[in-house]
Structure formats: C-alpha cells, structure tokens
C-alpha cells in the first residue's frame, strides 16, 4: 500500500551518511532487515484479512453493553522483543484514518556507539520499516522503540484543556471529544511525548485512542493485532488473570519520563536510558 | 556522558504550530497591562506629571483590549465553538480563565473611561445637533449630573476601578505568562518566572507605547509635549525595563548554569536558531541601546533640552517595543523549535504574507487599535485642552 505522495516526513540526517561510512553498520542491521523482509510477506497478506475484519471507526457500540467504570485498560510494550517492522504503524493508519505526516503510534530507533554517541531516527515514523542505517562508529547497542500516547492517569493534555475536550473516560483511556475542541492546540504543546496533533482535515486534536471504538467491543488495538512480535499487550486491570496487569505487577517496568509525574498507563519492558 | 546529534524531533513535531498570532496575543495584552499601569500611576498613585497621559493611557488600553482575541480566533482551527471556553470552561486550564478575565477587565476599564468622560459626553451632547446629539446623550445614560458633588463622586469611583483596575491588569497578562510557564512539556516555557517576566515586560511595552503615542497625539493636534510628563514616564521605563531584562537574564543563566537536560537542546537553540531574534534583537539591540538610552533621559537631564530628551525617551521607546516584541516571538516560537524529543530542531518557521494567520493579518490587528483611538479622539480628546478639571479626574 503507497503510503503517501511527497517528500520523507522526518528529515533525519544520519539516513544521509556519507558513502564512505557505509560498512560498519551493516553487520547488525543485516539481521533485522532479513527478518523484516521475511515478515514483510506476510504482513502485506495479513493486512488484508485484518482490515476487512476490523471494526469501523465510530462504529455503534453494543447496545447496553460497554461499562467504562467495569474497565481499567493497561498496555506493556517489550522493547527486547521489537523488530522495527512497522506493522503496528500501518495497522494504525489504516484503522485510524490517520491523516498523512501524522502519526498515532511510531517506532524510533536508537543506536548506541562505544563512544556514547546516541542517534535515533524514525522515517516516516517507522511505516515502512527500516532501511538498514551506516555510522562510521562501532555501534554496541540498538533496539526499537515504538510510541504512542501514553493515556497518562495525570495527563497534562487533559488538565490543560480549556474546554474539558480532552478527557480521560473511566476505562483510563484519554480521548478527545471531536464535536466540543476548538482546536486551540494547547493540549498538542502540553503532551510531552509528542503524542497528539492537531488533524489538518478536521482541525481539531487527535491522537491514539487505544483504538477505542475496538476495545469497547472487546477487540483489541489495531497495533497490538497487528505485532509479528508480541511486543504490543494490552491488557485490563479490572479483569481476572489479567496476564499485562500481571506485568506490570511482577515485572521490572518502566515508563517514559518518569520525572513529569504523568503516570503512564503504557509500560515498557526493556526500555534503556537513552530513550526519552 | 551520553553525547548528541541534534537530529532527532519526534514525527509530530515537525512543525511549529503556534504561529504568528500566537506572538501577537501577549504583546498586545502586554500593551493593554501596560498602558493601564500607566493611568493607574496617574488615578491611584497621584503622579501628577502624568495627567497629561491620564486619559490617553486608560483609552489606549481599551483600544488594544478589543483586538486582543482578534489573533486567538484567527489561529483557532474551530473559531465557531470559541464561545466553548466560556460556557462549557475547563477550569484545571488556565486558558479557561481567559473568558472571565476578559470580561471583567473590559467591564472595569469601560467603566472608568465612561467616568472619566462623562461630563465631556454630556458637554458635547449638549454642543451638538442632529445625530451626534442623539449618540451621545445615549452615552450619557440619560444622566446629566454634572454638580460638584456628583463628581466628586465620580472622582472617588475612579479611584476604586483603577485600584481594582491594577490587579486585574496584572491577572490578565500575568496569566498569559502563567499560559506559557505550566505547560511542564516545555523545557523553555516551564518556569515559574514566567507570568512575572511577562508582566514586567507587559508594563515596559506599555509605558513604552504610551511614550510615542503621546508625543504623536500632541505632535498631530499641534500640543505642547509637556516634557516633564515624557521625562517621568522615562524614568518609570527605564526601572522596568532593567527589572525586566534583568528577570530575562537570570532565567538564562539560572538554565545554562543548572545545566539540566533542557540546557542540551536550550543551549544550541540560543547559540544558533535563535541567535539573531534572542541575543541579537532582544539582548543586544532591544536591551542594552534603550537602558543607555533611558539613562541619558534620566541621568542627564540638566544638560539636555526638553525637545532632544523627548526625542531619544521617543527612540528608546521604539526600541523597546521592537525588543518585546522579540521576546514574545523568542518564548512562543523559539519554545516550540525544539522538538520535546530534546534530540533536534523543527522546520524554522517563517509566517505567511497572506492567509489567516500570515504577516498581512497581523499588522491590520496591530494598526487597528491606532485607528480606533484617532476615531475616538476626533469625538472625545484624550488630551486637556483647557484648564478645566474634567470628570473628577485630578487625582
Ligand atoms: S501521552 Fe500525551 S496525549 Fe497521551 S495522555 Fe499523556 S499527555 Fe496526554
Ligand atoms: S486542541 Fe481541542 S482538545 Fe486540545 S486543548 Fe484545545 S480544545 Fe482541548
């Protein structure tokens, strides 16, 4: 599927290296993109199936069914285990309608030099995977990070609202209440994260919604559908043996920029100190 | 040490989103505090030497009042619900406030400027014929009490409002500083200095306008310029203008020196991005040439001539206007050039010509209010034209 006209969104300057320093990278980055392709196949066959299956966006919730206050969702994201495939990102565009330049969820990628030397990159926030990237360091650590709103319990976006559009629904999920924003924008500058925007179409704020219109029926997100990997879980705390909450519960986790106090309900296994 | 290219902005971020009228809100309800701290000095504080500028101020300060949400509607992508903030507000959300705000200072300030006129709206009602009579008897309210007593009265209801009118003033802008300083994602607007940097330079730019637009006023109506009245306004901007670039100048050196993580990004934006429009604009040309300027006025007065002082007080204060300008712009837009990946920099913005929120948009806001208060003065001087005390106005 084209994913869009135009110029690279991400003007990332290590993916315009030198020739020169073309080798050293090679090594490591030859092990992903044989997997990628590899996964690719199947992926562009499973597209397919799973949007023809998915539930439509603004879609009728069951009648008398869905309880926000009977929900507490929560959602782990194993670091270790992502590839940079990108699956979760196109899922989530095709699901989500998102509009072109923007994204819901991405995926960056870190490398880490012996040196200390930290660059990240995401083209086109990780879309159509990643093309194998030179440094002329000896890279000693790389991994992917996929990202998304973080549905924080103290989100800044939500107290910052001026006119209580962004909200956060009993379930713990923040959304945006598309008919009451007036798309102001203070919410997109109050995120730390880089989560929202505002959708140059219906000019108001969007963002991930943990795919809201499929949860409430008992599906899961697009994203978490769609990972060859098992990177993305999602999971509901209020529910019985819930293997995510257990996690979380057990596990050592950890979540972006602990200091801003946001309290993320998004938990990272894996995650290293580099990525902010 | 982990070291950085700064190369990296998250894919959301790749624009600069608060555009242009987003620069022109502060500095126009900066001016609006400004202006009114100006007659207040006048009103409540006694500063005699100001009575020229009594009237001036408090109307100039309505005048900018009501294009202040001109440059919000314009950048909201839904100008149709902005009423939303009023009915339905949110108020964990210091934008909230503004509906509120708004009114009551707009109420306060008509208020004190009807007071103020109200025996010249009557006087003139009672000159005039025809429809201008009709006009302005309605603006009287169909009270025509113009008995030592009753402004006496007025007088003492003016003192109130402009008490009130202080800290209102103060709220008003102090909260678009507190707009900037809570939103903790940013690096270069989260800190508590903020609202107090705002105001202080809120009150230079007013003091500051008020300086040309009186020179103007008497220069186009053929007045006198009092030079004790420029001479007082001067030494006031001068004291804030040093407050003010001083408060700047620690949020600085309080940042580079902590060297926390916003000091990675902060430090090359000031060195490259923002070197011409912070430390060239605003530090260099926008600070230091007015404080030395401002210090010739005031320090040198025996040796200069009224004409020369009130040229260069004209000078300083231009200057100064460019230079808060330039700090607006240097908060809004250099706050957003950075991307919160704290990893890399934004497309550079540079506003549209035409178009809701380019350049052409923003000079008819700002040229608005020099064209509201030419039509009010063609009715109601903002300057004395005789000795008459009018509407209880000597303080
Ligand atoms: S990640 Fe950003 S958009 Fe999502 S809840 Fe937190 S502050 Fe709001
Ligand atoms: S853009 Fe919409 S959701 Fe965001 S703060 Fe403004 S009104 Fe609220």
Wanted: with cysteine; charged share 15%.
């Amino acid at each position: 599927m084209p994913y869009m006209k135009g110029e690279p969104m991400n003007d990332n300057k290590e993916m315009k290296s030198d020739a020169a320093l073309e080798v050293s990278r090679r090594d490591f980055l030859g092990t992903i993109a044989g997997a990628l392709s590899a996964v690719a196949l199947v992926i562009v066959a499973d597209d397919a199936v799973y949007i023809a299956s998915g539930a439509e966006p603004g879609a009728p919730l069951p009648a008398g069914g869905y309880d926000p206050d009977k929900h507490s969702y929560v959602y782990v994201i194993d670091i270790t285990k992502c590839i940079g495939c990108g699956s979760c990102v196109r899922a989530c565009k095709a699901e989500n309608n998102v509009p072109d330049l923007f994204f819901r969820t991405w995926i960056e990628r870190y490398m880490v030099s012996r040196s200390g030397e930290v660059s990240v990159d995401s083209p086109k926030g990780g879309y159509d995977g990643f093309d194998p990237s030179i440094t002329g360091d000896e890279i000693t650590k790389a991994f992917f990070v996929p990202k998304m709103c973080n549905h924080c319990s103290h989100s800044p976006c939500v107290q910052l609202c001026p006119v209580g559009a962004s909200y956060r629904s009993p379930d713990g999920v923040v959304l945006v209440d598309e008919k009451r924003c007036i798309g102001c924008g203070y919410c997109v500058q109050a995120c730390p994260y880089g989560s929202r925007f505002l959708n140059p179409e219906t000019k108001v704020a969007s963002k991930c919604t943990w795919c809201y219109h499929r949860i409430t029926k008992g599906m899961r997100p697009a994203c978490v559908e769609m990972c060859p990997r098992g990177v993305r879980k999602f999971g509901d705390a209020k529910a019985l043996h819930d293997e995510v909450s257990e996690i979380i519960a057990t596990k050592q986790v950890h979540v972006l920029k602990p200091e801003l106090l946001t309290e993320p309900n998004l938990h990272y296994l894996g995650l290293s100190m580099e990525v902010r | 040490m982990l070291q950085e290219s700064l190369n990296f902005v998250f894919p959301n971020d790749f624009h600069i989103m608060w555009s242009l009228m987003i620069v022109i809100y502060p500095y126009v309800t900066g001016i609006v505090a400004g202006a009114f701290i100006v007659s207040s000095l006048y009103h409540v504080f006694g500063r005699d030497e100001l009575k020229p500028v009594g009237r001036l101020s408090m109307v100039a300060s309505l005048a900018f009042l009501l294009i202040a949400t001109t440059p919000l509607l314009l950048h909201l992508g839904h100008p149709e619900r902005a009423l939303n903030i009023v009915i339905t507000p949110h108020f964990t959300s210091a934008m909230a406030a503004f509906g509120m705000i708004y009114t009551c200072y707009l109420t306060l300030l008509t208020l004190e400027i009807w007071l103020v006129y109200r025996k010249d709206i009557i006087m003139v009602a009672a000159r005039s014929r025809g429809i201008k009579r009709v006009i302005f008897s309605v603006l009287s309210l169909g009270v025509y009490d113009i008995s030592e007593e009753s402004l006496r009265i007025d007088h003492r209801a003016i003192i109130v409002l402009a008490s009130l009118g202080i800290p209102a003033a103060c709220i008003l802008h102090g909260y678009v500083g507190f707009m900037f300083g809570s939103v903790k994602a940013n690096a270069w607007w989260s800190t508590p200095l903020m609202p107090i940097i705002f105001l202080f330079s809120a009150v230079t730019s007013g003091i500051a306008m008020i300086i040309i637009l009186y020179q103007s006023l008497m220069r186009l109506s053929g007045q006198k310029i009092i030079g004790e009245c420029v001479q007082s306004l001067s030494r006031w901007l001068w004291l804030f203008t040093i407050m003010t670039v001083t408060l700047e100048m620690l949020e600085i050196i309080s940042l580079a020196y902590k060297k926390g993580e916003e000091w990675l990004v902060i430090g090359p934006l000031l060195g490259t991005k923002l070197a011409f429009p912070f430390i060239a604009v605003q530090v260099v040309f926008g600070s230091l040439i007015p404080i030395v300027l401002l210090a010739i006025v005031v320090l040198m007065k025996p040796f200069l001539t009224n004409p020369l002082r009130n040229t260069i007080a004209f000078v300083a204060s231009l200057i100064l206007l460019i230079q808060v300008f330039a700090m607006r712009w240097n908060v809004v837009i250099g706050g957003q050039i950075f991307s919160k990946s704290m990893r890399g920099f934004r497309d550079p913005y540079v506003p549209e010509l035409f178009g809701r929120e380019g350049a052409l948009a923003a000079i008819a806001i700002f040229i608005t209010p020099f064209v509201l208060l030419a039509i009010f003065n063609k009715f109601l001087p903002m300057y004395e034209t005789s000795d008459e005390p009018s509407g209880g106005e000597s303080a």
